[in-house]
């Protein structure tokens, strides 16, 4: 129980807290130093490997998360509304990140392959809202999730 939780709240930290640099700290100042035609490839090859980390993160949270549920609490009846709920918010957080993994970013690599600044500058500017809606959901389940079973 113990590693599963470690690994689960490892898991939500380096996905939401990437996030969280990325969107509160690393966009402003890319805006303020960095040339409008270079930032997609800045940003292109930051979330590469950023990515790489949160398609593990993924599959520890849903590992470490189903193995919890029906391990320690028995099943779906045995988890409180704050797991359920923790439950649904991660998986629509997945959902985002898919699409944002295979259309947004597929299209910011093309344009960053293509040397179209332009294109890959309305593609980051895309990944940034669904991080942005990404963020606030996760800041929402890490609260629940760390806070919810005493509510």
Same mark, same amino acid.
């Given at each position: 129980?113990?590693?599963?939780?470690?690994?689960?709240?490892?898991?939500?930290?380096?996905?939401?807290?990437?996030?969280?640099?990325?969107?509160?700290?690393?966009?402003?100042?890319?805006?303020?130093?960095?040339?409008?035609?270079?930032?997609?490839?800045?940003?292109?090859?930051?979330?590469?490997?950023?990515? /790489?980390? &949160?398609?593990?993160?993924?599959? $520890?949270?849903? @590992?470490?998360?189903?193995?919890?549920?029906?391990? #320690?609490?028995? +099943?779906?009846?045995?988890?409180?509304?704050?797991?359920?709920?923790?439950?649904?918010?991660?998986?629509?957080?997945?959902?985002?990140?898919?699409?944002?993994?295979?259309?947004?970013?597929?299209?910011?690599?093309?344009?960053?392959?293509?040397?179209?600044?332009?294109?890959?500058? /309305?593609? &980051?500017?895309?990944?940034?809202? $669904?991080?942005? @809606?990404?963020?606030?959901?996760?800041?929402?389940? #890490?609260?629940? +999730?760390?806070?919810?079973?005493?509510?």
């Amino acid at each position: 129980m113990a590693l599963a939780i470690a690994l689960h709240v490892l898991s939500a930290v380096t996905w939401v807290g990437g996030m969280f640099f990325a969107y509160m700290a690393m966009r402003p100042a890319v805006v303020e130093v960095i040339e409008a035609g270079q930032r997609g490839k800045l940003w292109y090859q930051t979330l590469t490997r950023f990515f /790489r980390w &949160v398609w593990l993160a993924i599959a $520890l949270l849903l @590992i470490t998360g189903y193995w919890m549920i029906f391990k #320690v609490f028995g +099943g779906m009846a045995g988890a409180g509304w704050h797991i359920h709920t923790m439950q649904l918010m991660g998986l629509i957080m997945m959902a985002i990140f898919f699409h944002l993994y295979f259309a947004p970013f597929r299209r910011l690599k093309q344009a960053v392959a293509a040397s179209n600044p332009q294109e890959g500058g /309305r593609q &980051v500017g895309k990944i940034r809202q $669904l991080v942005g @809606i990404n963020l606030i959901l996760g800041l929402i389940v #890490v609260a629940i +999730g760390s806070a919810g079973r005493f509510i």
